[in-house]
């Protein structure tokens, strides 16, 4: 049995992460010093508008993160003074039974998740109303205004804060246990044997639905029914567009596909990128856009570790664009010095290096400023250093956007920087971006993403080679 298997089959570290929550709650505020509880409401069930059946579920994440339950209509409750953790689930319903057989009961919870006590959700108003009677000056930390439990200590005069929880959990979600971190493996590595289904897939598939589809069939026969966010398959000019979404449109005389797509595994998020050549092989321009955009992951790679600025990786990624640009004779007019201070390489490679990594595609603690100033910054979703224990995403791209780069091209300012018959040649090529899940560590990094990377790899396994 490896390692990772031996430890996904323990708990999910609820307590832990509520007494890491605890302990920054206990840092920023006197009141959890004394007979504090936090206090969480999971996700409900909704019902499709005008329907009766409900809509996909998806566990609240500060709720998972604290309980490790992903069943809908739960709530938790933990005393900080005992370290005591409490989930209340749904009572057992014999109607409901008849449709969809017994659900969990309380002693099947205690043994499946990390938790002190369960009771039935009928039992959560009176063990709210005795802990505030027990303590007069107990006080409740939640997330936002609960919308039913809670609402039972309406005629107490508990205090409670609604501000300081959310930032807790998000901060603490940042760092991650050796759980977590094999969550975020076993999600890759489904999204290995993905990526590698696509390759294989497309000599034969003609539409981009087609690999959409050997994508996501690959994730659900290895167990992942979930994706971690919308898939991209974007071939030719799709590419382009950072997030295309419409995954339909038909790959003949188009020369690469963007491949961004990721599994989900109880609830812990991959997020990986691939761009391949539709023909089995890279024509002259997509392998230089390519190698170029090789050479930003690696050198940004290289300065990776924990305590680094992350600004410092991405301007590090722009400078290495900017120069790969000059080379190729898209860029002119300048030295990479200048390019850089004109921030013409935004015009390419419009967004952030990366994100942090989790329960999220986009998980939470980055701290980003979206109302920045200076383009080359404003979407970068980290700000600051990377501490040791995050995991987060690697992934430069060079764009070919119209929408994007004909401004550019307009502006007196920047269009003499830009060699208009070169781009000509290039426009087609799409978009290339290559994107790792990367554990942060004291001197370095360790990659957690598989899959199938580099011109030559993924050539000889297009062709047959393994």
Known sequence: ????????????????????????????????????????????????????????FRQRRPFFYLSGCSL?????????????????????????????????????????????????????????SSLAQKDSDIRFYIKDIPRDAF??????????????????????????????????????AISTIAHTAVLHAIPTARNEQDLEAAFIAACISNGAKYQAYHPIFGSGPNAATLHYQHNDQPLSARKNILVDAGAEWDCYCSDVTRTMPLSGSFDPNSRAIYSLVQQMQSTALALLKANVTWETLHVRAHEIA?????????????????????????????????????LDTHDTGGNPDYGDQDTMFRFLRIRGEIPEGAVVTVEPG???????????????????????????????????????DVLVTKDGYENLTTAPKGIEEMEKMMAGGC
Not at 35 to 42: F, K, M, Q
Not at 158 to 184: F, G, M, W
Not at 427 to 434: A, D, H, L, N, T
């Open 398 to 436: 060079v764009y070919f956007c119209p929408f994007i780069v004909e401004p550019y091209l307009k502006d007196e300012r920047t269009k003499r920087f830009i060699d208009e018959g070169v781009l000509e040649r290039f426009w087609e090529v799409g978009g290339v971006r290559i994107e790792d």
């Open 322 to 358: 900017v120069q790969g640009l000059l080379d190729l004779g898209i860029l002119k007019g300048g030295t990479a010095e200048e390019l850089m201070k004109e921030r013409i390489s935004v015009a390419f490679f419009p967004h952030g290096l990366g994100h942090y990594l989790g």
């Open 151 to 188: 609402l039972s200590l309406a005629q107490t005069t508990v205090s409670t804060d609604t501000k300081l929880l959310h930032p807790a959990v998000d901060e603490c979600r940042v760092t991650k246990d050796s759980y977590e971190i094999a969550l975020l493996r076993k999600a890759n």
């Open 1 to 56: 049995m490896d390692q990772q298997t031996k430890i996904l089959e323990g708990k999910y570290p609820a307590k832990a992460h509520c007494a890491k929550v605890a302990s920054y709650l206990q840092t920023r505020s006197a009141n959890a010093a004394g007979n504090a509880v936090i206090y969480l409401e999971g996700q409900k069930t909704v019902l499709i508008e005008d329907n009766d059946e409900p809509r996909p």
């Open 72 to 128: 809908p209509d739960c709530h938790l409750i933990y005393e900080l003074s005992t370290s005591t953790l409490t989930l209340f689930i749904p009572d057992l319903n014999p109607d409901s039974v008849i449709w969809s057989g017994l659900p969990l009961l309380p002693p099947e919870a205690l043994g499946r998740y990390d938790i002190d006590a369960c009771f039935p959700n009928s039992q959560l108003p009176a063990r709210l």
